[in-house]
Nanobody, 122 residues
Framework: QVQLVESGGGLVQAGGSLRLSCTAS????????MGWYRQAPGKQRELVAA???????NYADSVKGRFAISRDNDKNTAYLQMNSLKPEDTATYYC????????????????WGTGTLVTVSS
C-alpha cells in the first residue's frame, strides 16, 4: 500500500551537508511513524533518526546535534537534514514507514525504500 522513494544522496566532503528526502505514496502518510536508517558496508543497519505521527523525534547518539528529521504531511515527505558530515556517516540511507507503535498489537505492514547512497570523503 505504501511506496517510498528516497533522494538526495551523493558525495560530499567532511563538514559538508546534505538533505535527504523520502516521498511516500499509496496510503495515508500521516498515519505512519517515519524513520531514517543507514547501513554501511559490512555493518548492521542502524536507526539514525525517527519521527512519530505526533512529531516526536529521536536520534542515534552519533548524529545528535548534526542531523534533523522532519516531515511535511501535506507533501507526503520526510526529510533528513545532515550537517557536519563525517566519513563515518558514509552509508546507504533507507527510509522506513511504520504504522505500529512499539509494544502494541498491530497488523499493519511496514515499508522500506530502496535507499540512497551517502559518501563522505575525508
Amino acid at each position: 500500500q505504501v511506496q517510498l522513494v528516497e533522494s538526495g544522496g551523493g558525495l560530499v566532503q567532511a563538514g559538508g551537508s546534505l538533505r535527504l528526502s523520502c516521498t511516500a505514496s499509496g496510503s495515508i502518510f500521516s498515519n505512519y511513524d517515519m524513520g531514517w536508517y543507514r547501513q554501511a558496508p559490512g555493518k548492521q543497519r542502524e536507526l539514525v533518526a525517527a519521527i512519530t505521527t505526533g512529531g516526536s523525534t529521536n536520534y542515534a547518539d552519533s548524529v545528535k546535534g548534526r542531523f534533523a528529521i522532519s516531515r511535511d504531511n501535506d507533501k507526503n515527505t520526510a526529510y533528513l537534514q545532515m550537517n557536519s558530515l563525517k566519513p563515518e556517516d558514509t552509508a546507504t540511507y533507507y527510509c522506513h514507514a511504520d504504522p505500529c507503535p512499539p509494544g502494541t498489537i498491530c497488523y499493519g505492514a511496514d515499508y522500506w525504500g530502496t535507499g540512497t547512497l551517502v559518501t563522505v570523503s575525508s
